[in-house]
């Protein structure tokens, strides 16, 4: 039971952690080398926090923390984008 509990306080963490990332990811130029450390620098406290939480990296928590992830940063590009077309800046890329 423990190890559920652990698997979702980490991937809520995963999630809120992410929202900046995704916010910065968002602002830049796609595949350049910022965008590579938005997307790529989160992944040690992660990596992190699976040992901390002792989850390990079993299979079943892939889809979790994965998705978590995905989910975060994917929120910061979108709350990035809806508050410039809110102040109706043009996208700079």
Do not use: C, D
């Not at 995704?22 to 790529?40: D, E, M, N, P, T």
């Not at 892939?62 to 990035?80: D, E, K, S, T």
């Amino acid at each position: 039971m423990q190890t559920y509990i652990n698997l979702g306080i980490v991937t809520l963490i995963t999630f809120f952690f992410n929202i900046p990332w995704g916010y910065w990811r968002a602002s830049v130029k796609k595949f350049s080398w910022r965008w590579f450390l938005a997307v790529h620098l989160p992944i040690p406290l992660i990596v992190f926090l699976r040992f901390y939480f002792k989850l390990g990296f079993q299979l079943y928590t892939y889809p979790f923390l994965v998705g978590a992830f995905f989910l975060g940063q994917y929120a910061g590009a979108r709350y990035y984008k809806k508050r410039r077309a809110a102040v109706g800046v043009e996208a700079e890329h």
